[in-house]
C-alpha cells in the first residue's frame, strides 16, 4: 500500500507545484491521475519515488517512510517502485531483452551488468515478460528497431523485471497514436489487476482515464480537487480541472473508439476458432 502525507513541493523560484497533497492507494488498485499541464501531475510522480525532493510531507511504501532515507537507502527503495516513462527511457543500442533485463540493475552485482551476465531466472522471467507484452519475436532486435507502442511494451516489462511493489507510470501515451494508446492502457489495467499491483497513471486525457482506472484523482494548480471513482467524474468535475469542454463529443468520440476496439478484439477471437 501507498500513503502520502501532506506532500508539497515548492521550487527555488517559488513556484508551487504541489500543496499539501494526501492519499492511500490501496493493493491491486489503478489510480488514474489527471489535469492539465502544468497541474503537478509529474512532479507528484516524481516525488513519490524522489527523483524530485519533495518540499514537505512523506511518502510510506508499507512501512517504509521513502522521504526519510538516506542516498544509499533510497537506492534499494527504488527496487520496490516501478517506473514507467513518457520517452520510454530505453537504451537504443541494446536489444529488447537488454532493456528488460536491465531491470534486474538493482539486484545484481556490477560486474554482471557489465557483463550482461545475469542469472538465469532473471533471464526466464524476463522471456515470460517479454511473451505476456507481445513481444517473444523482438527479443534479439535493438531498442531503436522498434515502434512507439513496441517501446512502452518494452518499458512495462523492464519495469515488471524488478518485481515492483508500485507501479509509476508517467503519460504513458503521450507519444502514440489513439488505437495504440488504448493497447498500452489495457495492456497496464490487465497486468497490474494479474498481479495484484497498485499504480499510479499520469494521464492527461481525462475521458480515456475513466475507461482504464479504478479511481481518479484530479488536480489543478497542484491541489487535488477531486478524488472518487471514475462514474462520478461528470462534466462539472471535469470542467472544474480542465475548463469548459465539449464533454458531450468527447465522450462520444471515446465511445466509438472503445466500440472500434470491441469489434476487433471479436473479429481476432472469430478468426481464432
Not at 89 to 96: H, I, K, N, S
Request: charged share 30%.
Amino acid at each position: 500500500m501507498l500513503r502520502i502525507e501532506g506532500l508539497s513541493k515548492t521550487y527555488r523560484t517559488g513556484d508551487k507545484a504541489l500543496t499539501d497533497v494526501s492519499f492511500e492507494v490501496p493493493a491491486g488498485q489503478v489510480v488514474g491521475l489527471i489535469g492539465p499541464s502544468g497541474a503537478g501531475k509529474s512532479t507528484l510522480i516524481r516525488c513519490i519515488n524522489r527523483l524530485v525532493e519533495p518540499s514537505a510531507g512523506a511518502v510510506h511504501l508499507r512501512d517504509l517512510n521513502v522521504t526519510g532515507l538516506s542516498r544509499s537507502a533510497l537506492r534499494q527503495a527504488r527496487r520496490r517502485i516501478g517506473m514507467i516513462f513518457q520517452e520510454y527511457a530505453l537504451v537504443e543500442r541494446l536489444t529488447v531483452m537488454e532493456n528488460v533485463l536491465s531491470g534486474r540493475l538493482g539486484y545484481v552485482p556490477f560486474w554482471r551488468s557489465f557483463l550482461r551476465r545475469y542469472p538465469g531466472e532473471d533471464v526466464a522471467k524476463a522471456f515470460q515478460l517479454l511473451e505476456r507484452v507481445g513481444l517473444t519475436e523482438h527479443a534479439d532486435k535493438r531498442a531503436d528497431a522498434l515502434s512507439g507502442g513496441q517501446r512502452q511494451r518494452v518499458g512495462i516489462a523492464r519495469a515488471l523485471e524488478q518485481d515492483p511493489e508500485l507501479l509509476l507510470v508517467d503519460e504513458p501515451t503521450a507519444s502514440l497514436d489513439p488505437k495504440t494508446s488504448r493497447q498500452i492502457m489495457r495492456l497496464i489495467l490487465e497486468i497490474c489487476q494479474e498481479r495484484n499491483l497498485p499504480a499510479i497513471i499520469n494521464i492527461h486525457d481525462g475521458i480515456r482515464a475513466q475507461s482504464f482506472t479504478q479511481r481518479i484523482i484530479g488536480l489543478q494548480a497542484g491541489v487535488v480537487v477531486f478524488d472518487g471513482p471514475p462514474a462520478e467524474l461528470d462534466d462539472k468535475v471535469l470542467t472544474r480541472i480542465y475548463g469548459e469542454e465539449d464533454w458531450t463529443a468527447m465522450r462520444r468520440g471515446a465511445s466509438e473508439d472503445d466500440e472500434e476496439d470491441a469489434r476487433e478484439r471479436e473479429e481476432r477471437l472469430a478468426g481464432l476458432v
